[in-house]
Nanobody, 123 residues
Framework: QVQVVESGGGLVQAGGSLRLACTASGRSSSANAYAMGWFRQAPGKEREFVAA??????TYADSVTGRFTISRDNAKNTVYLQMDNLEPADTAVYYC????????????????WGQGTQVTVSA
């Protein structure tokens, strides 16, 4: 069973930065063959795609392009989300997901999910 654990959320002022981390454990040596992604869900809204990465290739939602950067440490099967120039609209619970065989923006492509970490951006 794969376990996904996020960390790094918190409260920050608009224009500030946060770095989220997510580690997936419990896989065999083929762990790096699966995409890892970040999604977020704001109160009263549906969960939405933020960013994903696989084999050095990454993709981003339009709303975060140029402000967020996803990276991955394959040796640790850990993915990071560097969030810069944060806006109040970025306030949400951020979820890490793993298990898609391809880099995907669709939440249904991912099998394993973390519990989420709260990011709050004040104006």
């Amino acid at each position: 069973q794969v376990q996904v654990v996020e960390s790094g959320g918190g409260l920050v002022q608009a224009g500030g930065s946060l770095r989220l981390a997510c580690t997936a454990s419990g896989r065999s040596s083929s762990a790096n063959a699966y995409a890892m992604g970040w999604f977020r869900q704001a109160p009263g809204k549906e969960r939405e795609f933020v960013a994903a990465i696989l084999w050095g290739r990454s993709t981003y939602a339009d709303s975060v392009t140029g402000r967020f950067t996803i990276s991955r440490d394959n040796a640790k099967n850990t993915v990071y989300l560097q969030m810069d120039n944060l806006e109040p609209a970025d306030t949400a619970v951020y979820y890490c997901a793993e298990g898609s065989p391809t880099i995907s923006r669709n939440s249904r492509a991912y099998v394993y999910w973390g519990q989420g970490t709260q990011v709050t951006v004040s104006a």
